[in-house]
């Protein structure tokens, strides 16, 4: 097992580029969550997933577009880049069924210039 | 207020030494997490837990549902120890997980 993957490990845009972020996981989880990690702040949540199909916001989903087509893939989109969104982004995952023990991918650390 | 309060921010201790990590909630829960963050920046689950006691190794983890504190313990620490641990705890109303801002642990040797 992989575990949770995520891609890319770095990344720097200029303001107003859109990229996507990519995680994928292999232990066939249901429940899928990105959230972006900034000193002094803990994690906070961008947008979650419980499913194929099924997507739903967090604390701070302003920016940021997801989609969940498959169990496997959550891919984050920013859709215009902007400096207040330079963080580590975090993949995780879970199943209900173990308690919604985390996996976490290695992160991507991004700055926006 | 945070909803999830963690102290100490930082903590500095000497190998050997018995740390003690500690968080506290303000909202009704059905489980808290223990999370380690290494200087690498992966983070892996230590714990999960919703009532009495959890031991792992070295770790140890409690938790009061009633004083909704919860405490993470290091016997004989080492300085491969050092990292960021992170409190988090599941409402009892859903899924998402709700973190504290971590302790950052240096061991020195």
């Known amino acids: 097992n992989a575990g949770v993957t995520q891609t890319p490990k770095f990344q720097v845009l200029k303001t107003g580029q859109s990229m996507t972020l990519q995680c994928a996981q292999d232990m066939n989880h249901e429940y899928m969550s990105w959230y972006r990690q900034d000193p002094g702040m803990g994690l906070r949540l961008i947008h979650y997933s419980v499913g194929a199909g099924i997507t739903d916001q967090g604390e701070v989903p302003n920016g940021y577009n997801v989609s969940r087509s498959t169990t496997e893939d959550f891919p984050l989109r920013l859709l215009s880049a902007a400096p207040s969104q330079t963080s580590v982004y975090f993949c995780a995952s879970s199943l209900p069924g173990q308690g919604h023990e985390q996996y976490f991918g290695p992160g991507t650390r991004l700055t926006v210039t | 207020k945070n909803e999830v309060e963690q102290s100490p921010q930082n903590l500095t201790a000497q190998e050997g030494e018995f740390i003690t990590i500690n968080c506290s909630y303000s909202v009704g829960i059905s489980a808290l997490h223990w999370l380690q963050q290494h200087p690498g920046g992966g983070i892996v689950s230590l714990f999960m837990?919703?009532?009495g006691k959890k031991k792992h190794g070295r770790l140890i983890a409690t938790i009061n549902i009633q004083e909704k504190h919860s405490s993470l313990h290091i016997t004989a620490s080492h300085p491969r120890d050092s990292a960021v641990y992170i409190c988090a705890v599941r409402k009892t109303s859903g899924s998402r997980l709700t973190f504290g801002e971590g302790t950052q642990l240096t061991v020195n040797p």
């Open positions: 837990l919703s009532s």
